[in-house]
């Protein structure tokens, strides 16, 4: 691929193909952590973090033990069983090696254990026959996207606590109307970029 | 399969391998607070608590940064095994700061404000349609104090809020902080263009009066004594208070809820009261004006919608200057309203008021003929207001129209205005049942006709004219004769000397539910007369406009009225605005009060490049209001209606002197014991006594 066709790659999983807004994967800490920007930011870091950690890991489990081995089908179960293993690993690495980036990460690394975008991801990555190097940006470009829808949400959720709010839409009432909304706005995106 | 599993399992214990060796070589001290409190934790990482995570959550709540009851998702017993863990208690605590949408009311607000019925105002306004919040009914918790930066609010003797204004910023915290919506930042430009919205908790008799005047309010302030405040309070939203105390047909008393178990509060007497209080002071309470910013504005006709207009701009700081056709202001409440209704010493008191606000007047200038719109616009006019009233009379469309003696209503009283009498006959007949009907009729026998008759179409309880006016031009002796309409008029030489009348019959009701009028065939009546009287109705003189190229364009309606915004005054020519009879087809002083304030808020949008439109939530009339149909318990009860001292009829005869004397003080004091200060669906109850009954309403300063 030319320079030229990775940017429309990467502007394709950051807007269009949007992982949380247009594929509605990882919504639990979408709702969960979004309602400060400080927490929104750290969980954005972290996502970045090991959606291309496990992207990478997860591409070469399929390639270098399931294709081999022909157990193919068993994809869903062996990636679950890496990624976790892969953030628990990371996270006591972390802890003791570079305790400030533990602090600045490292609480939001739990939380990404169960997070289906990066399973997502990694799924996408080799249903869509990506190469090594292809893997690599889309899993960056699509954890940048995670990262802008999220911490766009957290902006808007901050702004909640300032105004007179019905009692029946507070909370994750509220969010839940917005997600749906910024969903429509990002589905304003589709048709920007042809072919994917 | 075995091969599967042994894959998969080999995977997984090599992963389990790895991560066991980099526990043991990687092993961090963990301190063991954190790790109980995260072990009382239902390690769910919901993140519902703001934190990303349990971990975090323990985190948080060991280092002191959270509480021990942050756990959304684990319930009350997570909150205890975190507590017992921290080694604190959980117990019941008040918030600091009431929420929001605090529900406190069915508990605390009955202490202070009793509801009617319904346990929450606001359950029942829901019940009506749209939101409302209630502006009255504090509930004491001093969210307002706590939040004040500044220190300017207290909670003063009686529970409520007392602000410091030498403190207030008016940054707006309390606004927002308060759970009920009582406390409000308020600016005079927001209290002139301010209209009573939806949201407002607003008593009937404030939502039914076309100028929005604040009556609960000012009825208060006569009761306690402050009636300068009571003439402020008024003038807020009426210039005209001796007038409309004086000729307001008062629609608030019909929305009056002590009128629905006994007779409704006399409202539009006590405004009397205060505006004649000002009177007879001597000085004069004016409302607060802004700066003066120079800004021309015309305004074409000085009747009350033209006066409303001028004194809203003026108190805006424009330069309005009012044209008047006639050679005094005043427009129908001078030329229409006969002397001894309103006289016109009164009204030009009250209209010197106006005019010292910094109104210029200019009189004898007809539009069309001394000046145009376009001539306007070169002297430097801005924008333009035309509220030319309705000064034409309606025909009655019968043959001998033009025999002498058959004088349109509304040129006599126009007489009366100039203080110039109209000859009369002794027998006079008075075709229609409307108000200027009453006031030729009572205008003649003041003139010394012997025989004055009232001829309406339908029944007395379909006549349009006000109650008392009907009550006393039977005092006055006049005739009435209900049931018949005017086929010819009769004359010799030109001179009239009879009306043929037909009776009619009801029918079936028309569009405007009354009861259709059916003439019954072959009862025609001759009635010797030597004076008919047509008032059966006006419209605008819009002749001016043929002679105004500018103008040309105006649009008007089917009923020759100019076809404006009824909300905004806005006409189909940017910057010419308009109201009042003018738009409406002749209506009430009240009405066309609120027209001019309506379009002064406009025209000072569009002066300052905004949307002149009007808001949408602007309450028109009184809402229906169910569940309020009996007022039970109100206090106190069984006190008869202040009645209005009058001149005996002996005393009216040929004479024009003022029928209606005014309340005395005494008088003034005791009926506004009778308000039950309404809030939407709450009214002071038999056990408050007034005295009691006093709290800190936002708009009143």
């Given amino acids: 691929m030319s320079f030229g066709d990775y940017m429309l790659f990467i502007v394709s999983a950051i807007l269009v193909n949007n ?8 919504n ?91 399973l997502g991801v990694a799924i996408i990555n080799i249903n869509e026959e990506f190469d090594f190097v292809d893997t690599l940006v889309f899993s960056l470009a699509s954890a940048l996207g995670y990262s802008l829808a999220l911490i766009l949400f957290a902006g808007i959720r901050e702004r909640f606590m300032l105004i007179k709010m019905p009692k029946a839409f507070q909370g994750t009432s509220i969010g839940l109307v917005v997600a749906g909304f910024l969903a429509l706005a990002f589905s304003g995106f589709a048709g920007l970029v042809g072919g994917h | 399969m075995l091969f599967e599993a042994l894959a998969i399992g080999g995977l997984g214990l090599a992963s389990a391998l790895g991560l066991g060796v980099a526990a043991k070589v990687f092993a961090v001290e963990v301190d063991p607070l954190v790790e109980a409190v995260e072990g009382a934790l239902p390690g769910a990482n919901c993140g519902g608590c703001g934190y990303a995570g349990c971990a975090s959550a323990a985190l948080a709540i060991a280092s002191g940064k959270a509480p021990a009851n942050i756990c959304v998702g684990g319930g009350p017993e997570v ?4 507590a017992q863990v921290m080694g604190v208690e959980v117990v019941y605590r008040e918030p600091d700061v009431s929420q929001v949408d605090c529900s406190y009311s069915t508990q605390i607000a009955p202490l202070k404000y009793k509801y009617d019925g319904v346990q929450d105002c606001r359950a029942a306004a829901l019940l009506a349609g749209g939101p409302k919040m209630c502006d009255i009914g504090c509930l004491g918790l001093g969210s307002c104090v706590k939040v004040c930066p500044f220190g300017a609010i207290r909670i003063g003797s009686e529970g409520l809020p007392v602000v410091d204004p030498s403190l207030c910023t008016g940054c707006g915290n309390c606004e927002k902080a308060c759970p009920k919506s009582i406390i409000h930042l308020t600016s005079v430009t927001r209290r002139i263009l301010g209209f009573n919205a939806n949201y ?29 405040d009571a003439v402020t309070i008024i003038k807020e939203h009426n210039p005209l208070p001796l007038v409309c105390g004086r000729v307001c047909p008062h629609p608030c008393e019909d929305q009056c809820r002590r009128g629905k178990s006994e007779e409704p509060v006399n409202i539009n007497h006590l405004k009397r009261f205060a505006a004649d209080y000002e009177m007879n002071s001597g000085k004069r309470i004016q ?18 919608a033209g006066l409303s207009c001028a004194y809203y701009l003026a108190r805006l700081g424009y330069a309005p200057t009012v044209y008047e056709a006639q050679p005094h202001l005043g427009g129908m409440l001078r030329y229409g309203i006969p002397e001894y209704r309103l006289p016109k010493k009164t009204l030009d008191w009250e209209i010197q008021g106006i005019l010292d606000l910094g109104v210029e007047a200019k009189m004898n200038m007809g539009m069309g003929k001394d000046f145009t719109l376009e001539s306007l616009r070169q002297e430097g006019y801005e924008a333009i207001f035309l509220g030319v009233g309705c000064w034409s009379s309606r025909g009655m469309r019968v043959e001998g129209e033009d025999l002498n003696g058959v004088l349109p209503g509304t040129d006599m009283l126009i007489d009366r205005g100039n203080l110039k009498d109209t000859p009369v006959g002794e027998r006079v007949v008075i075709i229609g049942g409307g108000n200027t009907a009453m006031d030729c009729a009572r205008t003649c026998w003041r003139l010394g006709a012997k025989e004055v008759t009232v001829l309406y179409r339908r029944t007395e309880k379909e006549m349009p004219a006000n109650a008392i006016e009907i009550e006393e031009a039977k005092h006055e002796g006049i005739n009435f004769h209900f049931l018949a309409a005017p086929t010819k008029l009769v004359g010799e030489n030109g001179k009239l000397t009879g009306l043929q009348y037909i009776k009619m019959e009801l029918g079936e009701p028309d569009a405007s539910g009354r009861r259709r009028p059916v003439p ?27 002679e105004d190229a500018a103008a040309n364009d105006l649009a008007v309606t089917k009923w020759n009225t100019i076809d404006a915004n009824v909300d905004a005054g806005t006409t189909n020519i940017p910057g010419v605005f308009s109201g009042g009879d003018t738009v409406t087809g002749a209506a009430t002083a009240v009405e066309a009060i609120g027209a001019g304030r309506r379009a002064a808020r406009a025209m000072h949008r569009y002066l300052s490049g905004e949307d002149a439109e009007a808001p949408d939530n602007w309450v028109h009339g009184p809402k229906e209001l169910p569940m309020v149909t009996q007022t039970p318990d109100a206090a106190p009860a069984g006190r008869p209606r202040a009645k209005m001292p009058e001149l005996n009829v002996a005393e009216r005869s040929g004479s024009f002197v003022e029928v209606e004397l005014g309340l ?7 009926e506004t ?28 300063a």
């Fill in chain 1, 19 to 26: 992982i949380l807004l247009a594929k509605f994967l990882g």
């Fill in chain 1, 28 to 118: 639990c800490p979408f709702l969960g952590v979004s309602k400060r920007m400080d927490t929104a930011t750290g969980m954005s870091m972290a996502v970045i973090f090991v959606m291309v950690m496990a992207g990478m890991i997860t591409w070469l489990v399929q390639y270098y033990i399931l294709v081999p081995l022909n157990i193919e089908y068993l994809q869903t179960i062996a990636f679950i069983l890496v990624i976790a293993a892969l953030v628990q690993l990371v996270e006591i690495v972390m802890a003791k090696s570079l305790p400030a980036l533990y602090r600045a990460l490292g609480i939001f690394l739990p939380l990404i254990t169960t997070n289906c975008a990066v």
């Fill in chain 2, 79 to 82: 909150a205890v095994a975190v």
């Fill in chain 2, 200 to 228: 407002n908790c607003l008593a009937p008799c404030q939502a039914t009066c076309p100028a929005q005047i604040d009556i609960p309010s000012y009825i208060r302030a006569i009761g306690e004594g402050r009636y300068d």
């Fill in chain 2, 287 to 304: 409302p607060f004006c802004l700066p003066k910013n120079e800004r021309k504005v015309a305004i074409v006709g000085g009747g009350p």
């Fill in chain 2, 520 to 546: 019954i065939e072959g009862s025609e009546t001759i009635l010797e007369c030597d004076n008919v009287i047509a008032a059966i109705g006006q419209f605008p003189n819009l002749a001016f406009l043929e």
């Fill in chain 2, 664 to 670: 005395t003080e005494e008088m003034a004091k005791a």
């Fill in chain 2, 673 to 700: 014991q009778r308000c039950l200060q309404c809030g939407l669906y709450c009214y002071r109850h038999k056990d408050q006594p007034y005295e009691a009954w006093k709290w800190e309403r936002k708009d009143n």
